[in-house]
Antibody, heavy 120, light 109 residues
């Protein structure tokens, strides 16, 4: 059974940093592109970033470029999102999702999400 | 950037058919994927590549895509189908790459 479990969310002040993690199991993690998708409270879904199987390609939505960094550790079956210079508008539930790349342009499994709140 | 427009809400009686539209410029030339999201839960993929269903998704869920409109159809609607539904495409010219629709709340009367 495919499982994605996020962690690392919480309350952080504007300008602060946070690192999200996603532990994957039930599939060959190193064979898939992985993505982060977020959802602001009461709002729709927004793709944030994705990363190729070997980490050699990474893409970001414009609003987080230069502030967020996606990475992965295939030996640990883990996906990460380092978030710096956080803003109030980054407040959202962040989902780890399998997919997003190489023609596999949809997300077939999602984690339960972790809430990031940026507020003073 | 590429915009996908969905009606904010659709209401349907149990046993009837719900149709959720997703409008976009020449969306028929793209592959459309659909997600169901129940309150407090993560999204679930219900249709991919316009009309394919993942394993475990009932045959009551079907999709089509042509021209400027993609449609998710839910036949014989059940109370458990009440949820938000989002369409999604990949658009290389968009700053978002993976574009989601505005979302539709399906209410079962």
């Amino acid at each position: 059974e495919v499982q994605l479990v996020e962690s690392g969310g919480g309350l952080v002040q504007p300008g602060g940093s946070l690192r999200l993690s996603c532990a994957a199991s039930g599939f060959t993690f190193s064979s898939y592109w992985m993505s982060w998708v977020r959802q602001a409270p009461g709002k729709g879904l927004e793709w944030v970033a994705n990363i190729k199987q070997d980490g050699s390609e990474k893409y970001y939505v414009d609003s987080v470029k230069g502030r967020f960094t996606i990475s992965r550790d295939n030996a640990k079956n883990s996906l990460y999102l380092q978030m710096n210079s956080l803003r109030a508008e980054d407040t959202a539930v962040y989902y780890c999702a399998r997919g997003g790349g190489d023609g596999y342009n949809f997300f077939d499994y999602w984690g339960q999400g972790t809430l990031v709140t940026v507020s003073s | 950037s590429y915009v996908l427009t969905q009606p904010p809400s659709v209401s349907v009686a149990p046993g009837k058919t719900a149709r959720i539209t997703c409008g976009g410029n020449n969306i028929g030339s793209k592959s459309v994927h659909w997600y169901q999201q129940k309150p407090g839960q993560a999204p679930v993929l219900v249709i991919y590549y316009d009309s394919d269903r993942p394993s475990g998704i009932p045959e009551r869920f079907s999709g089509s895509n042509s021209g400027n409109t993609a449609t998710l159809t839910i036949s014989r609607v059940e109370a458990g189908d009440e949820a938000d539904y989002y369409c999604q495409v990949w658009d290389s010219s968009s700053d978002h790459f993976y574009v989601f629709g505005t979302g539709t709340k399906v209410t079962v009367l």
